[in-house]
């Protein structure tokens, strides 16, 4: 019997079209021998949707054309119940379109990468693949990944941090401690997105106030780094669980500006929608031996101290002038899933595919060997709401 596999993809985000796209190649990828493929498409308003057009990222180009295609769809956050139901049931016949064994979730950026959709999977208890509702968070929240990177002894760039509430009450003293701490230039980023979006260079004080109020629009949390102006960025992808993992080769990715913008990333320079691994790139990144194997343990340490699962990319800053190496984000749901990084380390985008379920799988072993209750009813033991001894 074929193992039942949903992705689900879209989502609430800004990353929604960059995630259809990534979901499409791992889709196209995934091995029908041995898997069914149900696709689960979130909207940008948060309505989920299933049916083959959705495998056709052409389909896209019109969305309202495409979901008459589709079915509304829903699941119940009742656990053990992996079911997915159509939204309008028929008079006669179930309303069960699918039952799913595994989750691949695809959601780039909030509402998705960042822990939420997690939650509703381990609610329902369904085996999903990727980092679970913990990892996701600290690893999309750049201020927190970066505490944790700290105290683990991870080399970070210099930063400050704050609110949007604090920016506009107490604005003055912020951009002297920025200035005091950090110097000119910095990057300005919210503290919760991926993809560049929102993030840019502030080379004066007119540019970071005008930074920082663009980035306020997207993130209740911004985050100010001092920028390495002589850099070199070096992405590693890292594959399995934090007990067992391994790093691959290194990709150089080529930017345009002083920063690796959303263009850059995905659009190919003006080539279309091809995903992450259209972007221009060296693979293997051209760097001395002693180097890359740093590179490849700095990111294996940053998946192994966020408690990572499945696969994640991190990306790095070597400083030219000093070749001192930080990390700079990780990407725990990476554009393509960074299956390019892994066909050049020898394991083909299929067999990607099949050890992110494997991993799934095995998580969920053996968090059934954990004791989750208690099998003792306090309310039959007497006392009264309060217990023999009260509450305090």
């Given amino acids: 019997m074929k193992t039942r596999i949903a992705v689900f993809f879209g989502g609430r985000s800004t990353e929604h079209e960059i995630s259809v796209i990534s979901a499409s190649q791992a889709m196209h990828a995934i091995n029908r021998e041995r898997f069914d493929v149900t696709p689960i498409y979130i909207t940008k308003e948060g309505q989920w949707y299933t049916g083959d057009a959705l495998l056709d990222v052409a389909n896209y180009r019109d969305i309202p054309s495409l979901l008459r295609q589709c079915t509304p769809v829903y699941m119940i956050p009742q656990f053990g119940d992996n079911n997915l139901y159509k939204k309008k049931a028929g008079l006669f016949g179930s309303n069960v379109v699918a039952t799913i064994d595994v989750v691949i979730p695809v959601l780039h950026g ?10 509703i999977l381990d609610s329902i208890g369904i085996p999903y693949a990727g980092c679970n509702t913990l990892a996701s968070a600290n690893g999309m929240d750049k201020i927190t990944m970066k505490q944790i990177l700290q105290a683990s002894d991870i080399p970070v760039v ?47 004080r007119d540019q970071l106030i005008s930074r920082i109020e663009d980035a306020s629009k997207y993130s209740a ?26 790093a691959s080769v290194l990709e150089e990715p080529i930017k345009s ?25 060296r693979i293997p990144a051209d760097l001395p031996e002693s180097e890359t194997k740093e590179i490849q343990r700095l990111a294996s340490e940053t998946f192994r101290v966020l408690s990572c699962h499945g696969v994640s990319r991190v990306d790095m800053i070597i400083d030219r002038d000093t070749r001192k190496i930080y990390v700079n984000e ?63």
């Fill in 257 to 281: 500006g002083e920063i690796l913008s959303y263009e850059d990333k995905y659009m190919g320079g003006s080539k279309g929608t091809k995903g992450m691994q259209a972007s221009a790139k």
């Fill in 330 to 392: 990780i990407n725990t749901i990476p554009g393509s899933l960074s299956f390019y990084l892994w066909e050049a380390s020898g394991i083909s985008f299929d067999k990607l595919m099949e050890r992110l379920v494997a991993l799934a799988l095995k998580r969920k072993r053996d968090a059934s060997m954990k004791t989750v209750s208690y099998s003792q009813n306090i309310f039959a033991l007497g006392g009264g709401v309060k217990g023999s001894k009260g509450v305090k």
């Fill in 221 to 246: 949390r911004i985050i100010v780094e001092h920028m390495v102006e002589h850099l070199q960025e070096i992405n590693c992808s890292v594959l399995g669980d934090c007990d067992e993992y391994q």
């Fill in 110 to 119: 909030s509402n998705g990468e960042d822990g939420t959709f997690e939650g």
């Fill in 158 to 204: 210099d930063y400050v941090w704050f609110t949007d509430k604090q920016w506009f009450a107490t604005r003055d003293s912020l951009i002297a401690e920025i200035e005091s701490k950090l110097g000119y230039p910095v990057i300005v980023k919210p503290a919760n997105l991926g993809s560049s979006v929102g993030i840019g260079a502030a080379n004066n």
